[in-house]
Structures are given as structure tokens and as C-alpha cells.
């Protein structure tokens, strides 16, 4: 099953935290790339924080500090921990993945696979 599936989003007030999930099966070759997105009603699509199979992270500059994006290889989850949220993070949310990416960035054209997302909504 490699159609990712979010869980994790949810309504909080400003300064509060969330933990976003993401289960999807991941090839046993560690060339993959899975990230998080994005998307806010009017807005483009943009990258929040990807991961590699070797564990290298890279974060966008509205996420770099306040959120952790990691891996549990056994559970086949990806997670994104979201700390001192702002408003302006309301967004609908999703994951994605590549296996075998010529390259790994926060750019969602380059994944393949997508969840459907879970909405965050954080309030002033």
C-alpha cells in the first residue's frame, strides 16, 4: 500500500502543538523521499519538510524551528511535530513520497504519491 494516509489534524489555539502522521509502505531500497505540504483555501501547494531514507531533513523557512518532521522505518510512519503554531499555519496538510528521486526538496512536483490531508486550524 503505498497511497499515503494522514491522521493527526485538528483544531488548537495559537502557541499549542500537533502531531501529524503519515502511514505509507516504503520500498527496502532507502532512495525514497517523503514529505509534508501544505495548502491553504486560494493558495499554492508548498513543501512544509521533507525526509530521506537516510534521514536527512530540510525544512521550509516557515517551519524551520518549530517543526520536527521524523521517521519510524518499522511502523512504515512518517510524523510532523508542530510546535508554537501560528494562525497563519491553518492549512489542509499532506503527505507525500518518491522512490528513487533524481533529488529530495521541499518541491511537490517531484512526489508521485499523495495523501488525501488532514485539515490543522489554529486559532488567534
Known amino acids: 500500500q503505498v497511497q499515503p494516509v494522514e491522521s493527526g489534524g485538528g483544531s488548537v489555539q495559537a502557541g499549542g502543538s500537533l502531531r501529524l502522521s503519515c502511514a505509507a509502505s516504503?520500498?527496502?531500497?532507502?532512495?525514497?523521499?517523503m514529505g509534508w505540504f501544505r495548502q491553504a483555501p486560494g493558495e499554492e501547494r508548498e513543501g512544509v519538510a521533507i525526509?530521506?531514507?537516510?534521514?536527512?531533513?530540510a525544512y521550509a523557512d516557515s517551519a524551520r524551528g518549530r517543526f520536527t518532521v521524523s521517521q519510524d522505518n518499522a511502523k512504515n510512519t512518517l510524523y510532523l511535530q508542530m510546535n508554537s503554531l501560528k494562525p497563519e499555519d491553518t492549512a489542509m496538510y499532506y503527505c507525500?513520497?518518491?522512490?528513487?528521486?533524481?533529488?529530495?526538496?521541499?518541491?511537490?512536483?517531484?512526489?508521485?504519491?499523495w495523501g488525501q490531508g488532514t485539515q490543522v486550524t489554529v486559532s488567534s
Open positions: 507525500a513520497a518518491v522512490w528513487t528521486p533524481a533529488y529530495c526538496a521541499t518541491d511537490p512536483r517531484i512526489f508521485h504519491y
Open positions: 516504503r520500498p527496502t531500497s532507502t532512495n525514497y523521499c
Open positions: 525526509i530521506t531514507g537516510y534521514g536527512r531533513t
